[in-house]
């Protein structure tokens, strides 16, 4: 006998049973949902601030269960101004990010603003899971203004 069933939780849960002259077998399975992706950089702070670009790394978890899934670089963008001032009088602080394809690593330069808070830089992929489902993926890389001294 063969049973499908919905439990409290949304899971799905399979039952097989059989019975014999002497006692009962039954069998469960429980279909759990995937995990959801996740992204983070690696490094996630730039420090020091000394103008230096640094290669950062993309980190994906999760998306193994997804073997049919596309992913795309969407953006690298800052919240400061590429050549601001205070920052060293440096330009291009965003390099070879290819937006569109699928790259994990790129540069990033660690400087901010003298006077300002610190920077930030967004990361954004596209992920197609190849089920009918889209979202974006989203991680910051930060060079903090002072290490809280």
């Not at 602080?93 to 400087?111: K, P, S």
């Amino acid at each position: 006998k063969l049973t499908v069933t919905e439990d409290d939780a949304g899971d799905i849960v399979v039952t097989v049973s059989t019975t014999d002259q002497t006692e009962e077998l039954t069998v469960s399975v429980e279909l759990l949902p995937k995990p959801p992706v996740t992204l983070t950089m690696d490094p996630d702070e730039l420090w020091p601030p000394n103008h230096k670009m640094r290669a950062v790394t993309a980190v994906l978890e999760g998306l193994d269960c997804y073997p049919a899934a596309t992913l795309k670089l969407v953006s690298v963008t800052s919240n400061e101004p590429d050549n601001g001032t205070g920052d060293g009088d440096t330009e291009d602080d965003i390099q070879e990010a290819d937006i569109g394809t699928l790259d994990f690593e790129f540069l990033l330069r660690a400087e901010r603003a003298g006077g300002g808070t610190g920077r930030v830089y967004a990361v954004v992929y596209e992920l197609d899971d190849g089920e009918g489902m889209m979202s974006m993926l989203e991680a910051d890389v930060t060079v903090p203004h002072d290490q809280g001294n």
